[in-house]
T-cell receptor
Framework: NAGVTQTPKFQVLKTGQSMTLQCAQDMNHNSMYWYRQDPGMGLRLIYYSASEGTTDKGEVPNGYNVSRLNKREFSLRLESAAPSQTSVYFC??????????????FGSGTRLTVV | SQQGEEDPQALSIQEGENATMNCSYKTSINNLQWYRQNSGRGLVHLILIRSNEREKHSGRLRVTLDTSKKSSSLLITASRAADTASYFCATRTSGGYQKVTFGTGTKLQVIP
């Protein structure tokens, strides 16, 4: 089925470890996003990529890096995980930049725990 | 604080009743979107209403937007147990490039 695929679904890290969250979409969307969801906080934008080859910081970028590998894939890296990064991470994509008739398509999320 | 804030935080109704959720925001918007999230799943886009629209329908969903009051409401008519989920509003602010801000959500429980 077409959509946004995130891996892994669950992960437990020790403080200081690194990992990369993977995201791929097969809808030929230009824009891709990484959000984190914490209880009582709603979703907060970490990084986004308006198009292949570009990335920009969102609301809470500290401690994260991203790579827009190609049009399909957008990865999120935690270089040195901290307990404050315990969260559920969602990747999303959108039809086109500047075309505001469409909402986001979200992946099913990665539940990350940092101990 | 969040750009979009939903009210109530939680809502419990009987199957067949209507459910109304409200969203208030602070700054001018280009559009407002509503999403549903089932427990443990990603968000699913329900409906988008532009700033120059006042009302929009999609199946059992009705969304209104009052830009003078900076508020929106989502009405789900004839609710079903399968509507049990959290509902989020998201606003795209005018002038903001590719940035959409989500509220904290309303948790809806529909009792069979």
């Amino acid at each position: 089925n077409a959509g946004v695929t995130q891996t892994p679904k669950f992960q437990v890290l020790k403080t200081g470890q690194s990992m990369t969250l993977q995201c791929a979409q097969d809808m030929n969307h230009n824009s891709m996003y990484w959000y984190r969801q914490d209880p009582g906080m709603g979703l907060r934008l970490i990084y986004y990529s308006a198009s292949e080859g570009t990335t920009d910081k969102g609301e809470v970028p500290n401690g994260y890096n991203v790579s827009r590998l190609n049009k399909r894939e957008f990865s999120l890296r935690l270089e040195s995980a901290a307990p404050s990064q315990t969260s559920v991470y969602f990747c999303a994509s959108k039809e086109m930049t500047g075309l505001e008739n469409y909402g986001y398509t979200f992946g099913s999320g990665t539940r990350l725990t940092v101990v | 604080s969040q750009q979009g804030e939903e009210d109530p935080q939680a809502l419990s109704i009987q199957e067949g009743e209507n459910a109304t959720m409200n969203c208030s925001y602070k700054t001018s918007i280009n559009n407002l979107q509503w999403y549903r999230q089932n427990s443990g799943r990603g968000l699913v886009h329900l409906i988008l209403i532009r700033s120059n629209e006042r009302e929009k329908h999609s199946g059992r969903l009705r969304v209104t937007l009052d830009t003078s009051k900076k508020s929106s409401s989502l009405l789900i008519t004839a609710s079903r147990a399968a509507d049990t989920a959290s509902y989020f509003c998201a606003t795209r602010t005018s002038g903001g490039y590719q940035k959409v801000t989500f509220g904290t959500g309303t948790k809806l429980q529909v009792i069979p």
